[in-house]
């Protein structure tokens, strides 16, 4: 590589600091002044293409942020579907349960009565509740003002 002289005038202190630098690293003052320039422009070089970059690394931390948030609402929306999915099958299980049993008394009910008072008793009023029951889900506002009238 060619060397080009320059002649620059600097303060006692910086030429005489140079001087026992060179001194105590056997390294001669010219090498010594290439590499702290070098030094030198090669941090002020790291200063303005850090200058430069800083939008595009805040434009891909920004974008890495939202992609990791994006992922986050999806896992837990995705999360809340199954708990909601076991909770609706949880829900059916139990009105499934409550519907085996109403069956099971409403057997052991009509077997009662049919045993201790009369069989034609017994399917009348076992008509008259079917016939309450359509009523009250069917509307169940009306049967509850009609019961408080009665």
């Known amino acids: 590589m ?4 320059i002649g620059l005038r600097v303060e ?13 690293s056997g390294k001669p003052e010219t090498t ?8 030198g422009l090669a941090r002020d070089n790291g200063e303005l293409i850090e200058q430069n970059s800083l939008p595009a690394i805040r434009a891909a931390i920004r974008e890495e942020v939202a ?8 896992q837990l929306s995705t999360d809340l579907q199954k708990s909601a999915r076991r909770s609706d099958d949880r829900l059916a299980a139990l009105i499934l ?10 057997r052991m009910l009509y077997s009662f009565i049919a045993k ?16 309450q029951t359509g009523r009250d889900i069917a509307k169940p506002d009306e049967t509850k003002r009609v019961e408080g009238r009665s």
């Open 12 to 24: 006692d202190h910086l030429k005489d600091g140079l001087q026992d630098q060179a001194k105590r």
């Open 116 to 131: 201790s008072i009369s069989t034609d008793f017994a399917l009348k009023m076992f008509e008259a509740a079917k016939e």
């Open 67 to 74: 992609k990791a948030m994006q992922e986050l609402y999806q």
């Open 97 to 106: 349960k409550a519907a085996r049993y109403s069956g099971v008394g409403q």
């Open 2 to 5: 060619a060397k080009k002289q």
């Open 32 to 39: 010594l002044l290439e590499e702290y320039i070098a030094a």
